[in-house]
């Protein structure tokens, strides 16, 4: 199901920063002097990335973005059990 760019967006935030930085380093290795690290790049970063996509977020993001919710909710700061709580 297809679904918004901010959606998609905020699904893929952390693997888009990453994928941003990556191409940065090779922008600035090649071009020493062009300065593309502002907010307005990634944004645009975001939708080439959405325009070049399926528009669907992955039943595997989908599954993470849920554990991660109910985490938060539950207020659980991360995996397992710490020594002292078991």
């Given at each position: 199901?297809?679904?918004?760019?901010?959606?998609?967006?905020?699904?893929?935030?952390?693997?888009?920063?990453?994928?941003?930085?990556?191409?940065?380093?090779?922008?600035?290795?090649?071009?020493?002097?062009?300065?593309?690290?502002?907010?307005?790049?990634?944004?645009?970063?975001?939708?080439?990335?959405?325009?070049?996509?399926?528009?669907?977020?992955?039943?595997?993001?989908?599954?993470?973005?849920?554990h991660h919710?109910?985490?938060?909710?539950?207020?659980?700061?991360?995996?397992?059990?710490?020594?002292?709580?078991?």
């Amino acid at each position: 199901m297809t679904v918004s760019r901010n959606e998609w967006h905020n699904a893929y935030e952390a693997e888009l920063k990453e994928m941003f930085f990556i191409t940065i380093n090779i922008i600035e290795r090649a071009y020493p002097r062009i300065d593309v690290t502002t907010e307005t790049a990634f944004h645009h970063f975001s939708r080439l990335i959405y325009h070049c996509s399926s528009k669907e977020i992955s039943a595997y993001t989908k599954a993470s973005l849920k554990h991660h919710e109910d985490l938060i909710k539950h207020g659980e700061k991360g995996e397992g059990n710490s020594v002292e709580e078991r």
